[in-house]
């Protein structure tokens, strides 16, 4: 019922028909006479009439939109929808890298490291489904059915294996899960700060991601009918976000974890280099909500060891910690560091890698 809701809402059309029938339902009153349906059905008719010229104002900023914003690069066919992928850069002997943001993000988050990159080799940005210039795709979104889609937009967009994925936050829980499935394709992961999914069932109780989770949705409601400032943007961000978010909670992670999760020794020898903070920058909120030293410390412990699960996946990981006084969002706080990690691993790979 919600993935159908948030189908339904991610699409920009939809606020038309739905201010109409509003509108009608209110007509529909006022044909009654009697003197309740009359106040009633004008009210109705009056909220039908203001959110249908707000969906109108809405289909025209996403048209405006896509006019001053084409994309930047190509729309490939993917199962039926289409998916952004963005290549610069020159294909050397050493394999291609391929970037994904954290959260729910457009490719272009990552735009300054990509940029950077490509000056010295091949470089890829990737829209995920709802996300830049990505058509949404089919609901639910899900990190299993983006890892499949991943690998099946480079293959469409003419990009060839071996790559390099790197990934932050929830970009690197599905480039590991890329990985997993289709170790054929790849030549090393850079996770930075990757999601821990142990983090997700057994952290201290927070209502944050559900709160996000709603936020998405209301603000893509808020977009149908055209009441929100700026440029107009897409329903269907907002709508992907909600639905593929469900997996971070306790119950959410329980249905998807078997498809989801990267075990230890999952990846085998394959070379991963994992990128973290030393401390918990950033993160004093978590230990404000502490209800003593002691449990502040445990919460502590318990964040910076989860953090370093993922060296369990292969043989062949390592650990390289972010420079001083940066936090989970370190590669737009150092994007010169990141960029140096994965081009040491691209330089290595060739004599190690077939």
Wanted: hydrophobic letters at 50%; glycine letters at 12%.
């Amino acid at each position: 019922m919600a993935n159908s809701l948030l189908a339904a809402v991610s699409r920009d059309w939809l606020g038309v028909p739905v201010a109409l029938a509003v509108a009608g339902a209110g007509g529909g009153l006022l044909a009654v006479g009697a003197a309740w349906a009359a106040m009633v059905g004008a009210l109705v008719l009056a909220v039908g009439v203001l959110l249908a010229a707000g969906a109108v104002r809405h289909l025209v900023l996403v048209a405006r939109e896509a006019r001053v914003h084409p994309p930047p690069g190509r729309l490939v066919d993917v199962g039926g929808h289409r998916m952004h992928v963005l290549a610069e850069g020159r294909a050397g002997a050493g394999p291609t890298v391929v970037w994904m943001p954290g959260g729910h993000a457009p490719g272009e988050d990552l735009r300054e490291l990509h940029t950077l990159l490509s000056a010295r080799t091949r470089s890829v940005l990737v829209d995920r489904p709802g996300t830049g210039w990505s058509d949404v795709g089919p609901f639910p979104r899900t990190t299993a059915a983006e890892a499949a889609e991943l690998p099946a937009a480079l293959e469409a967009a003419g990009e060839r294996a071996p790559f390099v994925f790197v990934g932050h936050s929830f970009g690197g829980l599905l480039v590991a899960n890329v990985a997993r499935r289709r170790p054929d394709l790849v030549a090393g992961l850079v996770l930075l700060d990757p999601t821990p999914l142990e983090v997700i069932a057994f952290a201290p109780p927070s209502g944050r991601l559900a709160t996000m989770r709603r936020g998405f949705l209301l603000a893509a409601v808020r977009q149908l009918f055209g009441a929100h400032r700026g440029p107009g943007g897409r329903t269907g961000p907002g709508c992907a976000a909600a639905s593929i978010f469900a997996e971070l909670s306790p119950s959410g992670l329980a249905r998807v974890g078997w498809d989801t999760v990267v075990y230890d020794g999952d990846l085998g020898d394959l070379p991963l280099v994992l990128v973290i903070p030393r401390d918990l920058v950033g993160g004093e909120a978590v230990l404000a909500g502490a209800r003593d030293a002691d449990e502040a410390e445990r919460i502590s412990r318990f964040y910076l060891r989860s953090r370093v699960r993922y060296l369990a996946a292969s043989t062949a990981s390592r650990l390289v910690h972010t420079p001083e006084g940066t936090g989970h969002d370190f590669p737009h706080e150092a994007p010169e560091f990141v960029v140096g990690v994965v081009g040491d691993l691209v330089r290595e790979l060739p004599a190690i890698s077939p």
